[in-house]
């Protein structure tokens, strides 16, 4: 992971990245239990890319559904968080 770029973000819904020019994953906030906030980080499919690319509505409605049963969406969550890895190589340059 060498380029991370910010492409869009609504408040509270979503965080989109570019990674390398090629990958899109997004940070979703999430609460897994009341007095707990946290997020996932997801690699769009190719699929997901061009849905997200043709309306951004589509984002706001997958992180809708990630809020809503998070545990549904666990197997497809990487092991780092892109807005952590985004600030680190953000500071570094």
């Known amino acids: 992971m060498k380029h991370i770029n910010k492409l869009d973000m609504e408040p509270w819904q979503f965080i989109l990245y570019e990674v390398d020019g090629s990958d899109w994953i ?3 906030p999430y609460s897994p239990l009341s007095y707990v906030d946290a997020s ?3 690699k ?3 699929e997901e890319k061009l849905q997200a690319k043709e309306n951004r509505q589509y ?3 997958f992180s809708e559904k990630l809020r809503n049963n998070h545990k549904a969406f666990l197997e497809r969550a ?3 968080n ?3 890895r985004y600030k680190e190589l953000s500071q570094s340059a």
């Open 44 to 46: 769009l499919s190719e």
């Open 59 to 61: 984002l706001i409605e």
């Open 82 to 84: 892109i807005s952590i």
């Open 40 to 42: 996932m980080s997801i």
């Open 78 to 80: 990487l092991d780092f």
């Open 26 to 28: 997004v940070d979703f």
